[in-house]
Nanobody
Framework: QVQLVESGGGLVQPGGSLRLSCAAS????????MGWYRQAPGKERELVAS???????NSADSVKGRFTISRDSALNTVYLQMNSLKPEDTAVYYC???????????????WGQGTQVTVSS
């Protein structure tokens, strides 16, 4: 069983910064790719940025140059540094972890509970 614990959301003014963290815990698994997704009211969930175990990054065009994803593989933790935040970045941000279970011999995805990011003056 994999558990994801997210932290770091909140209210920030336009142009401000926030840092999100997501830690995976449990036993009998390895974490492959980790990433952040977001869902604004009335919109579909979308990829913000993801990073593989080997450090390959994929990010949305809308956040390039402003958001930086990183991970500490030893801690199974992924971070999202968000700078120059805009009102349109307002959404619930979800962490996703792609895992392999040694116990079950299968792969899957786990999602965090989500953390609210609100950018407003």
């Amino acid at each position: 069983q994999v558990q994801l614990v997210e932290s770091g959301g909140g209210l920030v003014q336009p142009g401000g910064s926030l840092r999100l963290s997501c830690a995976a815990s449990g036993s009998g698994f390895s974490i492959n790719a980790m990433g952040w997704y977001r869902q604004a009211p009335g919109k579909e969930r979308e990829l913000v940025a993801s990073i593989t175990r080997t450090g390959i990054i994929n990010s949305a065009d809308s956040v390039k140059g402003r958001f930086t994803i990183s991970r500490d593989s030893a801690l199974n933790t992924v971070y999202l540094q968000m700078n120059s935040l805009k009102p349109e970045d307002t959404a619930v941000y979800y962490c996703r972890a792609q895992y392999y279970s040694y116990i079950l011999g299968s792969s899957g995805d786990y999602w965090g509970q989500g953390t609210q990011v609100t950018v407003s003056s």
